[in-house]
């Protein structure tokens, strides 16, 4: 009986933590295993942890960065409305973001460019919107150096500050 709780304890002992969450801002790509599709994040929490920012890579057929805020509470699905984002404390960028339902994001290139563009060497980050009648706000540390979007952007064949030429179909 001693020998089995020694070895239940020795195992228990010898089972490592899990590792600390990566830094703000790492980029990290990670592969479906069913599909072979791959996706590249780098993101940021909010310092009370309710949302967090992200920069995201998707490669299914067409290579798409987008932007996206989630939230702890989530947020309704609607139309397309406006997103504010600040950097820095400069003035608020304004563009149209998508509500799918649990969060918003923005994927048009044009947008993408822009606000990576300004978020890639920002400190402060605030997001704000409204989620029905709630205004609903979150800041960020940003990246500083940019790095982790730099290598999202690459992960999708995009450079930082340039405005990516569409796919062009195969050649029949």
Known sequence: MISILFALLQSTALT?????????????TRTDATTGATSTSALAYSAD??????????????PVVSIQM???????????HLVSVSVDGAAPIDLPWEFPGSATMNRGTVAVTKLTEAMSKAMPITVSTKDGEQTVSATFVGPGMGTGIKDVLAACGYE?????????????
Not at 16 to 28: D, F, H, I, Q, S
């Open 160 to 172: 930082l500050g340039v405005v990516p030429q569409p796919v062009k179909p195969a050649a029949k």
């Open 70 to 80: 989630r939230t702890r509470a989530g947020l309704a699905a609607s139309g397309d």
């Open 16 to 28: 490592a933590p899990p590792p600390p969450p990566a830094p703000p801002w790492t980029a990290v």
């Open 49 to 62: 942890r309710n949302a967090r920012l992200v920069v995201r890579c998707d490669r299914v057929g067409e």
